[in-house]
T-cell receptor, first 113, second 112 residues
Framework: NAGVTQTPKFQVLKTGQSMTLQCAQD?????MSWYRQDPGMGLRLIHY???????DQGEVPNGYNVSRSTTEDFPLRLLSAAPSQTSVYFC????????????FGEGSRLTVL | DAKTTQPPSMDCAEGRAANLPCNHS???????VYWYRQIHSQGPQYIIH???NNETNEMASLIITEDRKSSTLILPHATLRDTAVYYC?????????????FGGGTRLMVKP
């Protein structure tokens, strides 16, 4: 049972480069979201989606883009990487758009030099 | 969403019950109390949630006070594998999305 799958697990970028973090879930969940976690801190919501074709901003959306063309996939794009985006990124999904249990991926560790 | 206050760290002896408190004095009537934990650098793991009644599942029990201003997560027989950061979150079901806000949490250390 795959659950929520994130790729890549590790990535090193240079300042100004762009990249996409992939997230896929096989539970047919409507709700998906992206969080970032900086060292010693809690998680902060970047973007979320309540269904295919619908996305919205979370607490810290600047510098990131998302799209939701299918129920299964919710990629996170870094447009022009900055050292401040060095973090661990977690993707999550849930069956209910507004509540209930969130299932998290294992995280993608990004370093921007 | 209402904010929560948790102690930054706690210790517990292996095999004993771990009682993790959470204060949420500004909780609204439609907000649920959620508990998640994060083991090392893994993705957070859902434990339990409740509205006003006490809840129990295979992992833990959740005790919510009658005025709903505080709650306690109980791990009945803590093991070394329960060492983790435990997050208490309050959030309402809403159509704007499942915007759970993770604070600092409590770092639980289970000791042999």
């Amino acid at each position: 049972n795959a659950g929520v799958t994130q790729t890549p697990k590790f990535q090193v970028l240079k300042t100004g480069q762009s990249m996409t973090l992939q997230c896929a879930q096989d539970m047919n969940h409507e709700y998906m979201s992206w969080y970032r976690q900086d060292p010693g801190m809690g998680l902060r919501l970047i973007h979320y989606s309540v269904g295919a074709g619908i996305t919205d901003q979370g607490e810290v959306p600047n510098g990131y883009n998302v799209s939701r063309s299918t129920t299964e996939d919710f990629p996170l794009r870094l447009l022009s990487a900055a050292p401040s985006q060095t973090s661990v990124y977690f993707c999550a999904s849930s069956r209910l758009p507004g509540g209930g249990e969130l299932f998290f991926g294992e995280g993608s560790r990004l370093t921007v030099l | 969403d209402a904010k929560t206050t948790q102690p930054p760290s706690m210790d517990c002896a292996e095999g004993r019950a771990a009682n993790l408190p959470c204060n949420h004095s500004t909780i609204s009537g439609n907000e649920y109390v959620y508990w998640y934990r994060q083991i090392h650098s893994q993705g957070p793991q859902y434990i339990i949630h409740g509205l006003k009644n006490n809840e129990t599942n295979e992992m833990a029990s959740l005790i919510i006070t009658e005025d709903r201003k505080s709650s306690t997560l109980i791990l009945p027989h803590a093991t070394l594998r329960d060492t983790a950061v435990y997050y208490c979150i309050v959030s309402a079901y809403n159509n704007a999305g499942n915007m759970l806000t993770f604070g600092g949490g409590t770092r639980l250390m289970v000791k042999p």
